[in-house]
């Protein structure tokens, strides 16, 4: 077999393959046996046709294409890696010759990773908000904890904001009454805006025993995006009421015996908090400089593919899961659907070029992913996912999803040596230290590459 390659543009190219006939012998071979257990002659056993038979009463024709067909695979591959290409997705191919005894020609056309030289990245200097914690960030948080311990006790008056009111309800669409629109004894926290819209104004200002109709949204449920005429009766009103804030609710609240315990406590948890946001912010910061330093064309199938993958991700699993279609989510988000094509498509070439760069990157430092970084990212990726570390890493092989979390370890490590390199100061002036940034590198990394065209192009191509 002979090849070449000629660069059409920096991200495609066509393999010219002449392929001598001795070398389809295997093929025609296979193809001569196919062709035997699917057809009978008479006067043969099945299995035992001779090949001439086979010629004279299907046609040569038919064998040569079952034989490059089943050849194409292989030459394909075998061109692809003499050349060393890093190809992209499937070619087109298209057989320029074929002479029965003698040659087979054919060219393939097929997208590359573009050739990226990465240049001095030492110099760049980001920006990133101070960690500052204030004592109202600290009494917040101590609030937030008080009202997760808040005790209730029913009251006769009106209800107010803050007032917890046990509900029954019944929607109506068209003056019919849904199936799935009755609802008895909600307990509703009055301002937290867990339910529907207008419930708020409607119950404020109802005893036990009042009763009221108000029109909503529906946000879920068979009839969701609709608006519905909705009857709230209020059964009770409960008056919330937080517990002192002193050492006996510390004790309560936490492990510790004092309440200067337990504020130095929510003071470290929220330092912690904003430390592990400004490492966020200083990759994602220093990763928007490094790919403004960096030329990096894009293949145009790739791309739409990317853009695809991100559609079909929202509309089928995101807003799926919200009830909501494109349509009305373009509608909450006040965008016309020309404005969302455009943010999409800016998303999903920032996303090629995120994984071109930093895959270009882990080549040069000749950067490894071990077993403990595998596992660590799992954990963490199963965490953000919901599900147990065993369900998810099940998931992971069942869906042969293990190249792209070492993939996203990968450009993660990669992210992680330019920020070291990297200036980062926050708003005060001060230099800031990130340390184990890795850990936020590679979600950080994975983030800006979601939709995982890049991987699913590289999957083993077939001619």
Same mark, same amino acid.
């Given at each position: 077999?002979? +090849?070449?390659?000629?660069t059409?543009?920096p991200?495609?190219?066509r393999? +010219?393959?002449? %392929?001598?006939f001795e070398?389809?012998?295997d093929?025609?071979d296979?193809?001569?046996?196919?062709?035997n257990?699917q057809?009978? &002659?008479?006067g043969?056993?099945?299995?035992?046709?001779?090949?001439?038979?086979i010629?004279?009463r299907?046609?040569?024709g038919?064998v040569?294409?079952?034989? &490059?067909?089943d050849?194409?695979?292989k030459?394909?591959?075998?061109?692809?890696n003499?050349?060393?290409?890093?190809?992209l997705g499937?070619p087109?191919?298209?057989?320029t010759?074929?002479?029965?005894?003698?040659? #087979?020609?054919?060219?393939a056309e097929?997208?590359?990773?573009?050739?990226?030289e990465?240049?001095?990245?030492?110099?760049?200097?980001?920006?990133?908000?101070?960690?500052?914690? +204030?004592?109202e960030?600290?009494e917040?948080?101590?609030?937030e904890?008080r009202?997760?311990?808040?005790s209730?006790?029913?009251?006769e008056?009106a209800?107010?904001?803050?007032?917890? &009111?046990?509900?029954?309800?019944e929607?109506k669409v068209?003056?019919? &009454? #849904?199936?799935?629109?009755?609802?008895?004894?909600?307990?509703?926290?009055?301002?937290?805006? $867990?339910?529907?819209d207008g419930?708020?104004?409607a119950?404020?200002?109802l005893?036990?025993?009042?009763e009221?109709?108000f029109?909503?949204?529906?946000k879920?449920?068979?009839?969701a995006?609709? !608006?519905?005429?909705?009857?709230v009766?209020?059964?009770q009103?409960a008056?919330? $009421?937080?517990p002192?804030?002193d050492?006996?609710?510390?004790?309560?609240?936490s492990?510790?015996d004092?309440l $200067?315990?337990?504020?130095?406590d929510?003071r470290k948890?929220?330092e912690n908090m904003?430390?592990y946001?400004?490492?966020?912010?200083?990759q994602?910061r220093?990763l928007?400089k490094?790919?403004e330093?960096?030329?990096?064309?894009?293949? $145009?199938?790739?791309?739409?593919d990317?853009?695809?993958?991100?559609?079909?991700?929202?509309?089928h699993h995101?807003?799926g899961?919200?009830g909501?279609?494109l349509?009305?989510?373009?509608?909450?988000?006040?965008?016309?659907?020309?404005?969302?094509?455009a943010?999409t498509?800016?998303a999903a070439?920032?996303?090629?070029?995120?994984?071109?760069?930093?895959?270009e990157l882990?080549?040069k430092?000749?950067?490894?992913v071990?077993q403990? !970084?595998l596992t660590e990212h799992?954990?963490?990726?199963?965490?953000s996912?919901g599900?147990?570390?065993?369900?998810?890493?099940?998931a992971v092989v069942?869906g042969?999803?293990v190249?792209?979390? %070492?993939?996203?370890?990968?450009?993660?490590k990669? #992210?992680?040596?330019?920020?070291?390199?990297?200036?980062?100061?926050?708003?005060n002036g !001060?230099?800031?230290?990130? !340390?184990?940034?890795?850990?936020t590198?590679?979600?950080?990394?994975?983030?800006?590459?979601?939709?995982?065209?890049v991987e699913?192009a590289?999957e083993?191509?077939?001619?």
């Amino acid at each position: 077999m002979k +090849s070449a390659v000629e660069t059409l543009n920096p991200t495609r190219v066509r393999l +010219s393959i002449e %392929v001598p006939f001795e070398e389809l012998k295997d093929s025609l071979d296979a193809a001569y046996k196919k062709i035997n257990q699917q057809v009978t &002659v008479k006067g043969f056993r099945k299995g035992k046709i001779p090949a001439r038979v086979i010629d004279q009463r299907f046609g040569r024709g038919a064998v040569l294409e079952e034989a &490059v067909n089943d050849a194409l695979p292989k030459f394909y591959t075998e061109a692809v890696n003499e050349a060393e290409l890093n190809v992209l997705g499937q070619p087109e191919v298209d057989i320029t010759e074929l002479k029965d005894g003698e040659t #087979l020609n054919f060219t393939a056309e097929v997208d590359v990773r573009p050739a990226i030289e990465i240049p001095d990245y030492s110099g760049i200097e980001v920006e990133v908000d101070a960690i500052e914690v +204030s004592d109202e960030d600290v009494e917040k948080a101590v609030t937030e904890l008080r009202e997760r311990f808040a005790s209730t006790s029913p009251v006769e008056r009106a209800a107010e904001d803050g007032d917890v &009111v046990t509900i029954d309800l019944e929607a109506k669409v068209d003056g019919e &009454v #849904l199936e799935d629109g009755i609802a008895s004894g909600v307990s509703y926290t009055i301002g937290s805006g $867990e339910l529907l819209d207008g419930i708020d104004d409607a119950v404020k200002g109802l005893e036990a025993g009042g009763e009221t109709t108000f029109t909503s949204e529906l946000k879920g449920g068979s009839a969701a995006g609709k !608006e519905a005429e909705v009857s709230v009766k209020v059964t009770q009103v409960a008056a919330r $009421e937080l517990p002192e804030l002193d050492d006996e609710f510390a004790q309560l609240a936490s492990e510790f015996d004092t309440l $200067e315990e337990l504020q130095a406590d929510s003071r470290k948890r929220l330092e912690n908090m904003k430390q592990y946001d400004q490492a966020t912010q200083a990759q994602e910061r220093v990763l928007e400089k490094l790919l403004e330093l960096v030329e990096v064309p894009v293949p $145009e199938k790739l791309l739409a593919d990317e853009i695809q993958t991100r559609k079909h991700n929202l509309e089928h699993h995101q807003l799926g899961q919200m009830g909501l279609d494109l349509e009305k989510y373009l509608e909450i988000q006040g965008k016309t659907e020309e404005e969302f094509d455009a943010e999409t498509e800016e998303a999903a070439v920032k996303g090629i070029k995120t994984q071109f760069v930093l895959d270009e990157l882990v080549n040069k430092e000749k950067l490894n992913v071990n077993q403990e !970084e595998l596992t660590e990212h799992l954990m963490r990726r199963a965490a953000s996912s919901g599900m147990s570390p065993d369900q998810f890493a099940q998931a992971v092989v069942e869906g042969g999803q293990v190249p792209m979390l %070492v993939g996203e370890v990968a450009r993660g490590k990669a #992210l992680a040596v330019v920020v070291e390199a990297a200036t980062v100061k926050d708003t005060n002036g !001060e230099v800031v230290d990130l !340390e184990d940034e890795d850990e936020t590198a590679a979600e950080v990394a994975a983030e800006a590459t979601d939709g995982d065209a890049v991987e699913a192009a590289e999957e083993t191509p077939e001619a």
